[in-house]
């Protein structure tokens, strides 16, 4: 029998209609004569399924069905597709774990570590990553640009301390830039994190552990004519992904042992991506992305594609280790 599944996609992040997309990739690759797919789109407190004569229906998040003619359909398995929150942040998973509806992500906990940038450096202190110096913020902290600059120098990023967007993320130049843009952080997050830029080749891998194997996809180079990997960058054509990246053995050696490190010490499931800046042959940690995007110019599918994956394979191995309830 055909295993039900509600691919979940949206959201309420900046990034949601970017999310769709990933999904209509999604709803093309997975194999039809092993999954019923219903997409169910989350937005703004909905949670609708539209049928393809265009008539939509809400899934009751009572008992995590659709009446569809008459019929009630129990959907038994969730493949999430939502930057942000509340798919990246934990608010989901905490729902699905309470109706005991697998899912293909991280878990609850994890998902909320990762989600805070701050919390997710804390959580991997001791499994020898280098990071970037920060100062961490709240609504009412007082900021003096001389005492930041002063510790971590420019340039700086301010960036949103939790969110699944590159919203509301500034490269600092200048005093006169600082404030401004921790107001603009602000605007994305409760809390806003200031942190050393650290100059080098960004690049990210992608990485899995399905059916006892370890997954660690081919390393991406994102080479930006903006400032860094922002909206534009990866989503308007601002930038260049190379895979496999350019890479020396060492440095792919010392990148795959870290990007696996993370995934381990964090209790990552599914597949997941995580992002460094290699300088002068270092790998720099800089966060983990729980949820990557999947639309046909996103960084998973090509990494996928330049292993020899298909990404039907890919869901399948994804869905086939995440189908266990969750505890």
């Known amino acids: 029998m055909k295993k039900k599944i509600a691919l979940i996609?949206?959201?309420?992040?900046?990034?949601?209609?970017i999310a769709l997309e990933g999904a209509a990739l999604i709803e093309q690759v997975l194999d039809t004569d092993k999954y019923d797919v219903y997409k169910i789109v989350l937005h703004d407190g909905r949670w609708t399924y539209t049928a393809p004569d265009g008539a939509t229906t809400e899934?009751?998040?009572?008992?995590?069905?659709?009446?569809?003619?008459?019929?009630?359909?129990?959907?038994?398995?969730?493949?999430?597709?939502i930057?942000?929150?509340?798919?990246?942040?934990?608010?989901?998973?905490?729902?699905l774990d309470m109706m005991r509806i697998p899912y293909s992500s991280c878990g609850f906990v994890t998902s909320v570590i990762t989600f805070d940038k701050a919390a997710c450096k804390r959580a991997l202190h001791g499994a020898g990553l280098n990071m970037a110096r920060e100062i961490l913020l709240d609504r009412h902290s007082q900021v003096d640009p001389d005492e930041a600059i002063g510790r971590l120098g420019l340039p700086l990023f301010v960036k949103p301390n939790a969110s699944g967007s590159s919203f509301?993320?500034?490269?600092?130049?200048?005093?006169?830039?600082?404030?401004?843009?921790?107001?603009?952080?602000?605007?994305?997050?409760?809390?806003?994190?200031?942190?050393?830029?650290?100059?080098?080749?960004?690049?990210?891998?992608?990485?899995?552990?399905?059916?006892?194997?370890?997954?660690?996809?081919?390393?991406?180079?994102?080479?930006?004519?903006?400032?860094?990997?922002?909206?534009k960058a990866k989503y308007q054509?601002?930038?260049?992904?190379?895979?496999?990246?350019?890479?020396?053995?060492?440095?792919?050696?010392?990148?795959?042992?870290?990007?696996?490190?993370?995934?381990?010490?964090?209790?990552?499931?599914?597949?997941?991506?995580?992002?460094?800046?290699?300088?002068?042959?270092?790998?720099?940690?800089?966060?983990?992305?729980?949820?990557?995007?999947?639309?046909?110019?996103?960084?998973?599918?090509?990494?996928?594609?330049?292993?020899g994956m298909s990404m039907s394979e890919l869901f399948d191995l994804i869905i086939e280790e995440t189908s266990q309830a969750q505890p």
Not at 180 to 203: K, N, Y
């Open 83 to 95: 930057h942000g929150t509340p798919g990246e942040d934990g608010r989901l998973q905490g729902y």
């Open 168 to 231: 509301g993320v500034t490269k600092v130049k200048t005093r006169e830039q600082l404030l401004p843009a921790v107001e603009a952080a602000f605007a994305e997050s409760d809390h806003v994190l200031m942190e050393e830029c650290i100059d080098g080749r960004e690049i990210s891998c992608g990485v899995m552990i399905a059916g006892g194997k370890e997954y660690l996809f081919p390393i991406t180079e994102l080479v930006c004519q903006s400032e860094f990997f922002d909206y």
């Open 237 to 307: 054509g601002f930038s260049k992904e190379i895979t496999p990246a350019d890479l020396d053995e060492r440095t792919v050696k010392k990148v795959n042992a870290m990007t696996l490190a993370t995934y381990k010490k964090l209790n990552c499931r599914g597949v997941v991506r995580i992002d460094f800046i290699v300088r002068d042959g270092e790998p720099y940690f800089i966060e983990v992305n729980t949820i990557p995007g999947m639309s046909a110019h996103s960084i998973i599918p090509q990494q996928a594609a330049a292993m």
């Open 9 to 17: 996609a949206g959201g309420d992040s900046s990034e949601w209609k």
């Open 59 to 81: 899934l009751d998040r009572n008992d995590f069905t659709l009446t569809l003619g008459g019929r009630r359909i129990r959907l038994e398995y969730a493949l999430i597709l």
